[in-house]
């Protein structure tokens, strides 16, 4: 996905949450690369994360799962709730909680905000509870 930070204006202070923070805020996506219910993966100073249009609202989450570290870009996004592909878990799209009596972490979600027809990240709230990343071949 193209890098878009450098390319768009930057929304004012006022709208984004975190006034003075715009800094942070990091333009990702265009809003109308996101389809309802899509998931769509991105990079965010190497974080991997995946966003997620869910009831019209476009959040961030980690890319893998909790549980045994699948790829969520192969779930499925269904009654607010993320479903990994692997062995079905389920988390809540509104506080990140596993469904169904798992005993795993909750999913990581992270700050984002639809403004200017872009999908802005907190790159501060993703650097201070960084998502589970890869294993990086030597
Ligand atoms: S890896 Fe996602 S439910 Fe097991």
Not at 6 to 24: K, Q, T, V
Request: hydrophobic content about 40%; glycine content about 10%.
């Amino acid at each position: 996905m193209e890098d878009r930070r450098n390319a768009e204006i930057r929304p004012a202070a006022e709208e984004l949450p975190g006034g003075d923070d715009g800094p942070n805020w990091v333009a990702v996506a265009g809003v109308d690369e996101i389809p309802e219910g899509g998931i769509c993966p991105i990079e965010l100073e190497g974080f991997e994360l995946l966003l997620i249009r869910n009831q019209g609202t476009v959040l961030a989450v980690q890319r893998l799962c909790p549980h045994d570290f699948a790829d969520l870009v192969k779930g499925e996004v269904r009654d607010c709730r993320l479903y990994c592909s692997r062995h079905s878990a389920s988390f809540s799209l509104v506080d990140g909680s596993v469904g169904g009596g798992w005993l795993v972490r909750d999913l990581k979600i992270y700050h984002a905000r639809q403004v200017h027809e872009q999908i802005w990240i907190d790159a501060a709230d993703v650097r201070a509870n960084p998502p589970t990343q890869r294993r990086r071949r030597a």
